[in-house]
Protein backbone atom coordinates (compact mmCIF):
# COMPACT_ATOMS: atom_id res chain seq x y z
CA UNK A 1 0.00 0.00 0.00
CA UNK A 2 1.59 3.74 -1.00
CA UNK A 3 1.07 5.83 1.85
CA UNK A 4 2.55 9.51 1.91
CA UNK A 5 5.78 8.70 2.95
CA UNK A 6 6.75 6.80 -0.27
CA UNK A 7 5.52 9.28 -2.11
CA UNK A 8 8.02 12.01 -0.16
CA UNK A 9 11.09 9.68 -0.47
CA UNK A 10 10.31 8.77 -4.03
CA UNK A 11 9.99 12.90 -4.86
CA UNK A 12 13.52 13.24 -2.79
CA UNK A 13 14.87 10.36 -4.92
CA UNK A 14 13.92 11.56 -8.31
CA UNK A 15 15.51 16.07 -6.96
CA UNK A 16 18.65 14.10 -6.13
CA UNK A 17 19.40 11.86 -9.16
CA UNK A 18 18.54 15.32 -10.93
CA UNK A 19 20.39 17.55 -9.24
CA UNK A 20 23.44 14.81 -9.49
CA UNK A 21 22.86 14.70 -13.33
CA UNK A 22 22.63 18.62 -13.51
CA UNK A 23 26.28 18.85 -11.74
CA UNK A 24 28.08 15.85 -13.44
CA UNK A 25 27.12 17.37 -16.85
CA UNK A 26 27.94 20.91 -16.12
CA UNK A 27 31.69 19.41 -15.23
CA UNK A 28 31.78 17.15 -18.07
CA UNK A 29 30.94 20.15 -20.10
CA UNK A 30 32.54 22.64 -18.49
CA UNK A 31 35.88 20.44 -18.67
CA UNK A 32 35.43 19.89 -22.35
CA UNK A 33 34.99 23.57 -23.08
CA UNK A 34 37.65 24.68 -21.22
CA UNK A 35 39.87 22.16 -23.17
CA UNK A 36 38.43 23.23 -26.36
CA UNK A 37 39.23 26.56 -25.10
CA UNK A 38 43.17 25.45 -24.23
CA UNK A 39 44.02 23.89 -27.76
CA UNK A 40 42.32 27.27 -29.21
CA UNK A 41 44.97 29.39 -27.19
CA UNK A 42 47.81 27.21 -28.48
CA UNK A 43 46.48 27.46 -31.86
CA UNK A 44 46.95 31.47 -31.70
CA UNK A 45 49.95 31.62 -29.96
CA UNK A 46 51.45 28.73 -32.40
CA UNK A 47 49.87 30.88 -34.87
CA UNK A 48 51.79 33.98 -33.77
CA UNK A 49 54.82 32.84 -33.12
CA UNK A 50 55.02 31.85 -36.84
CA UNK A 51 53.85 35.44 -37.87
CA UNK A 52 56.74 37.04 -36.09
CA UNK A 53 59.18 34.62 -37.59
CA UNK A 54 57.90 35.25 -41.03
CA UNK A 55 57.88 39.22 -40.31
CA UNK A 56 61.16 38.80 -39.35
CA UNK A 57 62.34 37.18 -42.76
CA UNK A 58 60.35 39.63 -44.52
CA UNK A 59 62.02 42.85 -42.13
CA UNK A 60 65.56 40.90 -43.45
CA UNK A 61 64.03 41.08 -47.32
CA UNK A 62 63.20 44.86 -46.92
CA UNK A 63 66.58 45.83 -45.33
CA UNK A 64 68.53 44.04 -47.74
CA UNK A 65 66.00 45.28 -50.82
CA UNK A 66 66.68 48.56 -49.29
CA UNK A 67 70.80 48.46 -49.13
CA UNK A 68 70.68 47.00 -52.64
CA UNK A 69 68.64 49.67 -53.65
CA UNK A 70 70.42 52.54 -52.36
CA UNK A 71 73.99 50.91 -53.99
CA UNK A 72 71.92 50.29 -57.12
CA UNK A 73 70.84 54.39 -56.83
CA UNK A 74 74.33 55.13 -56.69
CA UNK A 75 75.57 53.00 -59.51
CA UNK A 76 72.48 54.19 -61.96
CA UNK A 77 72.64 57.84 -60.79
CA UNK A 78 76.84 58.16 -61.41
CA UNK A 79 77.75 60.77 -63.88
CA UNK A 80 73.58 61.80 -64.85
CA UNK A 81 74.23 65.26 -62.88
CA UNK A 82 78.13 65.85 -63.83
CA UNK A 83 79.12 69.66 -63.62
CA UNK A 84 75.43 70.59 -63.54
CA UNK A 85 74.76 73.39 -60.47
CA UNK A 86 71.49 72.71 -58.48
CA UNK A 87 70.58 74.69 -55.28
CA UNK A 88 68.56 72.50 -52.73
CA UNK A 89 65.86 75.18 -50.89
CA UNK A 90 63.94 73.89 -48.15
CA UNK A 91 61.65 74.80 -45.41
CA UNK A 92 62.83 74.44 -41.52
CA UNK A 93 61.08 71.89 -40.07
CA UNK A 94 60.63 69.25 -42.59
CA UNK A 95 62.78 65.63 -41.64
CA UNK A 96 66.33 66.34 -42.47
CA UNK A 97 66.56 62.48 -43.35
CA UNK A 98 65.64 62.15 -46.25
CA UNK A 99 67.06 65.74 -47.55
CA UNK A 100 70.33 64.33 -46.64
CA UNK A 101 70.21 61.33 -48.52
CA UNK A 102 68.70 62.87 -51.57
CA UNK A 103 71.58 65.32 -50.93
CA UNK A 104 74.22 62.09 -51.08
CA UNK A 105 72.52 61.07 -54.44
CA UNK A 106 73.26 64.72 -55.85
CA UNK A 107 76.92 64.11 -55.14
CA UNK A 108 76.57 60.61 -56.47
CA UNK A 109 75.27 61.71 -59.99
CA UNK A 110 78.34 64.40 -59.64
CA UNK A 111 76.40 67.86 -59.81
CA UNK A 112 77.43 70.61 -58.65
CA UNK A 113 76.25 71.22 -55.17
CA UNK A 114 75.89 74.69 -54.28
CA UNK A 115 74.53 73.69 -51.08
CA UNK A 116 71.20 74.08 -49.31
CA UNK A 117 68.99 77.10 -48.34
CA UNK A 118 67.11 76.77 -45.35
CA UNK A 119 63.60 79.30 -45.20
CA UNK A 120 62.99 79.77 -41.29
CA UNK A 121 59.80 80.63 -39.64
CA UNK A 122 60.50 84.08 -40.01
CA UNK A 123 58.90 84.11 -43.03
CA UNK A 124 55.98 83.99 -41.36
CA UNK A 125 55.75 87.55 -41.27
CA UNK A 126 53.66 87.53 -37.81
CA UNK A 127 54.90 91.43 -36.91
CA UNK A 128 55.22 94.11 -38.45
CA UNK A 129 59.11 94.28 -37.95
CA UNK A 130 59.29 90.81 -40.01
CA UNK A 131 57.48 92.93 -42.67
CA UNK A 132 59.57 95.35 -42.66
CA UNK A 133 62.71 93.77 -42.06
CA UNK A 134 62.33 91.90 -45.26
CA UNK A 135 61.23 94.60 -47.51
CA UNK A 136 64.38 96.73 -46.22
CA UNK A 137 66.50 93.20 -46.90
CA UNK A 138 65.39 93.50 -50.45
CA UNK A 139 64.61 97.32 -51.22
CA UNK A 140 61.37 96.26 -51.54
CA UNK A 141 58.39 98.86 -51.05
CA UNK A 142 56.54 97.92 -47.28
CA UNK A 143 52.72 96.22 -47.85
CA UNK A 144 50.70 93.43 -46.61
CA UNK A 145 53.00 90.64 -45.61
CA UNK A 146 51.64 88.08 -48.32
CA UNK A 147 52.55 91.36 -50.45
CA UNK A 148 56.27 92.12 -49.47
CA UNK A 149 56.26 87.71 -48.72
CA UNK A 150 55.43 87.11 -52.77
CA UNK A 151 57.98 90.20 -54.17
CA UNK A 152 60.58 88.67 -52.09
CA UNK A 153 60.13 84.98 -53.20
CA UNK A 154 59.92 86.41 -56.96
CA UNK A 155 63.06 88.30 -56.43
CA UNK A 156 65.01 85.31 -54.99
CA UNK A 157 63.64 83.27 -58.12
CA UNK A 158 64.43 85.93 -60.26
CA UNK A 159 68.03 85.89 -59.53
CA UNK A 160 70.96 85.80 -61.96
CA UNK A 161 67.92 85.32 -64.70
CA UNK A 162 68.50 88.64 -66.16
CA UNK A 163 71.79 90.56 -67.72
CA UNK A 164 71.37 92.97 -64.79
CA UNK A 165 74.78 92.93 -62.17
CA UNK A 166 72.53 92.97 -59.40
CA UNK A 167 73.42 91.25 -56.24
CA UNK A 168 72.16 88.11 -55.41
CA UNK A 169 69.17 88.67 -52.45
CA UNK A 170 70.16 85.00 -50.64
CA UNK A 171 73.19 87.14 -48.62
CA UNK A 172 70.61 89.93 -47.52
CA UNK A 173 68.22 87.14 -46.36
CA UNK A 174 70.71 85.34 -44.74
CA UNK A 175 71.74 88.64 -42.31
CA UNK A 176 68.15 89.30 -41.64
CA UNK A 177 67.35 86.12 -40.41
CA UNK A 178 65.17 84.70 -42.70
CA UNK A 179 67.41 81.97 -44.23
CA UNK A 180 70.06 79.58 -42.67
CA UNK A 181 72.54 78.23 -45.29
CA UNK A 182 74.41 74.81 -45.48
CA UNK A 183 77.35 74.73 -47.55
CA UNK A 184 77.78 71.85 -50.08
CA UNK A 185 80.24 68.95 -48.97
CA UNK A 186 84.04 69.10 -49.09
CA UNK A 187 85.42 67.65 -52.32
CA UNK A 188 87.12 64.54 -51.18
CA UNK A 189 89.73 64.84 -54.12
CA UNK A 190 92.68 66.04 -52.77
CA UNK A 191 93.65 67.17 -56.58
CA UNK A 192 90.79 69.91 -56.41
CA UNK A 193 91.66 73.28 -56.03
CA UNK A 194 88.45 74.79 -56.58
CA UNK A 195 86.54 76.70 -54.14
CA UNK A 196 82.68 76.56 -52.84
CA UNK A 197 81.11 79.82 -53.67
CA UNK A 198 79.90 82.28 -51.44
CA UNK A 199 76.43 82.38 -50.50
CA UNK A 200 76.54 86.12 -51.99
CA UNK A 201 77.31 84.69 -55.70
CA UNK A 202 74.82 82.03 -55.56
CA UNK A 203 72.65 81.14 -56.98
CA UNK A 204 75.13 79.84 -60.02
CA UNK A 205 74.28 80.76 -64.17
CA UNK A 206 71.83 77.84 -64.99
CA UNK A 207 71.29 76.52 -61.64
CA UNK A 208 68.28 73.88 -61.10
CA UNK A 209 66.65 74.06 -58.51
CA UNK A 210 65.27 71.06 -56.00
CA UNK A 211 62.28 73.16 -53.33
CA UNK A 212 62.05 70.40 -50.53
CA UNK A 213 59.15 70.80 -48.14
CA UNK A 214 55.83 68.78 -46.77
CA UNK A 215 55.18 67.57 -43.56
CA UNK A 216 56.35 69.17 -40.49
CA UNK A 217 57.40 72.48 -42.50
CA UNK A 218 57.91 75.47 -40.25
CA UNK A 219 55.77 77.77 -42.65
CA UNK A 220 53.17 76.56 -44.42
CA UNK A 221 53.44 75.23 -48.15
CA UNK A 222 51.07 77.59 -49.25
CA UNK A 223 53.27 80.25 -47.95
CA UNK A 224 56.22 79.81 -48.76
CA UNK A 225 57.05 76.54 -50.79
CA UNK A 226 54.59 76.64 -53.21
CA UNK A 227 54.56 80.49 -54.60
CA UNK A 228 58.40 79.60 -54.62
CA UNK A 229 58.03 76.93 -56.69
CA UNK A 230 55.70 79.00 -59.32
CA UNK A 231 58.13 82.08 -58.99
CA UNK A 232 60.92 79.64 -60.35
CA UNK A 233 58.66 77.58 -62.96
CA UNK A 234 57.97 81.38 -63.89
CA UNK A 235 61.21 82.40 -64.08
CA UNK A 236 63.40 79.78 -65.36
CA UNK A 237 61.53 76.48 -65.65
CA UNK A 238 64.12 74.65 -64.13
CA UNK A 239 62.38 73.52 -60.85
CA UNK A 240 61.82 70.18 -59.33
CA UNK A 241 59.57 70.26 -56.24
CA UNK A 242 59.92 67.60 -53.48
CA UNK A 243 58.70 65.67 -50.05
CA UNK A 244 58.62 62.53 -48.13
CA UNK A 245 55.51 61.19 -47.07
CA UNK A 246 54.00 57.84 -45.73
CA UNK A 247 51.24 55.19 -47.14
CA UNK A 248 48.41 56.75 -44.75
CA UNK A 249 45.16 59.03 -45.78
CA UNK A 250 46.54 62.50 -46.10
CA UNK A 251 50.57 61.19 -45.53
CA UNK A 252 51.80 61.92 -48.75
CA UNK A 253 51.44 64.73 -51.96
CA UNK A 254 50.51 67.17 -48.96
CA UNK A 255 52.99 69.55 -50.67
CA UNK A 256 53.42 68.97 -54.02
CA UNK A 257 49.55 67.62 -54.32
CA UNK A 258 48.53 71.72 -54.68
CA UNK A 259 51.54 72.09 -57.55
CA UNK A 260 50.46 68.90 -59.13
CA UNK A 261 46.96 70.65 -59.98
CA UNK A 262 48.16 74.39 -60.65
CA UNK A 263 48.43 76.26 -64.06
CA UNK A 264 51.85 76.03 -63.80
CA UNK A 265 51.87 72.07 -63.76
CA UNK A 266 52.98 71.88 -67.26
CA UNK A 267 56.56 74.16 -66.54
CA UNK A 268 57.58 72.32 -63.16
CA UNK A 269 58.39 68.32 -62.21
CA UNK A 270 57.22 67.18 -59.09
CA UNK A 271 57.59 63.71 -56.56
CA UNK A 272 56.31 62.76 -53.93
CA UNK A 273 58.42 59.79 -52.16
CA UNK A 274 61.92 60.98 -51.28
CA UNK A 275 62.28 58.77 -48.57
CA UNK A 276 62.82 55.89 -50.51
CA UNK A 277 66.01 55.63 -53.09
CA UNK A 278 63.36 55.30 -55.61
CA UNK A 279 62.26 58.87 -55.08
CA UNK A 280 65.78 60.32 -54.84
CA UNK A 281 66.43 58.50 -58.20
CA UNK A 282 63.26 60.09 -59.27
CA UNK A 283 64.40 63.69 -58.19
CA UNK A 284 67.93 63.06 -60.31
CA UNK A 285 66.42 62.13 -62.94
CA UNK A 286 63.77 65.19 -63.27
CA UNK A 287 66.58 67.16 -62.79
CA UNK A 288 68.38 66.22 -65.77
CA UNK A 289 65.18 66.04 -67.69
CA UNK A 290 65.24 70.04 -66.70
CA UNK A 291 68.07 70.09 -69.77
CA UNK A 292 65.50 68.94 -72.41
CA UNK A 293 63.43 70.18 -70.83
CA UNK A 294 60.93 67.96 -70.03
CA UNK A 295 58.49 67.74 -67.08
CA UNK A 296 56.60 65.10 -64.80
CA UNK A 297 55.00 64.11 -61.78
CA UNK A 298 56.76 61.05 -60.08
CA UNK A 299 55.84 58.36 -57.15
CA UNK A 300 52.95 57.27 -55.69
CA UNK A 301 50.62 59.51 -54.38
CA UNK A 302 47.53 61.27 -55.98
CA UNK A 303 48.72 63.12 -59.30
CA UNK A 304 51.72 61.34 -60.04
CA UNK A 305 52.05 60.04 -63.44
CA UNK A 306 54.78 57.37 -63.47
CA UNK A 307 57.60 55.98 -60.56
CA UNK A 308 60.17 57.33 -62.46
CA UNK A 309 61.32 59.27 -65.55
CA UNK A 310 60.95 58.01 -68.97
CA UNK A 311 64.89 57.15 -70.44
CA UNK A 312 65.79 59.25 -72.62
CA UNK A 313 65.93 57.89 -76.30
Known sequence: MI?????IVSLVAVFLALG??????TTVIDRVTVDALNDRLDTVQRSQGAIR???GRLKAQVDQGQDFAVATRDQLLRGHLRNVPVLVVAVAGIDR???DDLRQALV???ANLEGTIWFTSKMRLNSDGDVRALATA??????????VRRQALAKVAAARETATAEASPLAALQIAGFITYEAPPVPTSTTSTSTPPTLAALPLANTRYLVVSGAGAEVGDDVVAVPLV????????RVVAVESGVDTDGGRAVFVGLLRSDSLAARMSTVDNIESPMGQTAAVLALEDLGVPRFGHYGVGRGAQRLLPQPTS
Open 3 to 7: NLRYH
Open 108 to 110: GAQ
Open 53 to 55: DEN
Open 97 to 99: RPV
Open 138 to 147: LDLPVGSPDA
Open 20 to 25: LGIVMG
Open 230 to 237: QAYAQASG
